[in-house]
């Protein structure tokens, strides 16, 4: 199995300001995801990452508000810029990992749990 | 267009039987996968059908049938742990490596 690190874990920002979250895969991978989720809902899928290009952002999220690096097949990072309440969320990232039938298997970070004042 | 319906909250008794739906509705259907997510954490995978069919893996089955555009997860004997929130998802053509999550189902287990 994949291990992915990512922190902050949890942030209180105020509003105005950015965040940086940073994503480490232990392994190469080819594409990464990077999710917001309301508690108790579903994941929102905000872009996808692939090395060496821009991010793909689905409708609703744009590269000025949210940022995207991914230097290298192991690392990323997502910025959430000029901070509102409305972006309070729990942050996600994941990538698939593996061959063949366990490459549908998405594997995610931790979590950044983040709270705008 | 796409989407998936699964039920919002099921309830059960440990140490029982429950089966959790999902029917999708998908341009170009891939596969069908299963998470698990319990609260504070991060979604974990628990399964993934291509085929129709049964796959199990321990107390927990996944069922495919790819004609009715339906699938279920299947926990067996039911431990307090299981209560979590369990979503299912599509890999969809069209959307080229994305999954195409289902709104979850939050399973609460009565002892």
């Known amino acids: 199995s994949a291990v992915i690190s990512q922190k902050p874990s949890r942030d209180i920002c105020q509003r105005g300001t950015s965040l940086t979250i940073q994503c480490q895969v232990d392994s190469q991978v080819t594409m990464m995801f990077w999710y917001r989720q309301q508690p108790g809902q579903s994941l929102t899928l905000i872009a996808t990452a692939n090395q060496g290009s821009e991010a793909t952002y689905e409708s609703g999220f744009v590269i000025d508000k949210f940022p995207i690096s991914r230097p290298n097949l192991t690392f990323s990072t997502l910025t959430v810029s000029n901070m509102s309440p409305e972006d309070s969320s729990i942050y996600l990232c994941?990538?698939?990992?593996?061959?063949?039938?366990?490459?549908?298997?998405?594997?995610f970070g931790s979590g950044t749990q983040l709270s705008v004042l | 267009g796409q989407s998936l319906e699964q039920p919002s909250e099921v309830t059960a008794v440990e140490g029982a039987i429950v089966q959790i739906n999902c029917t999708y509705q998908t341009s170009g259907f891939y596969g069908l996968s299963w998470y698990q997510q319990h609260d504070g954490g991060a979604p974990t995978f628990l399964s993934y059908n291509a085929l129709d069919g049964l796959e199990e893996t321990g107390r927990f089955s996944s069922f495919l049938s790819r004609s009715d555009s339906y699938g279920y997860l299947l926990l067996q004997e039911l431990q307090m742990k299981d209560s979590a929130s369990y979503f299912c998802?599509?890999?969809?053509?069209?959307?080229?490596?994305?999954?195409?999550w289902g709104a979850g189902t939050k399973l609460i287990i009565k002892p």
């Open positions: 998802a599509v890999r969809d053509l069209k959307s080229n490596y994305q999954l195409i």
């Open positions: 994941s990538a698939f990992y593996g061959q063949g039938k366990t490459n549908e298997k998405l594997f």
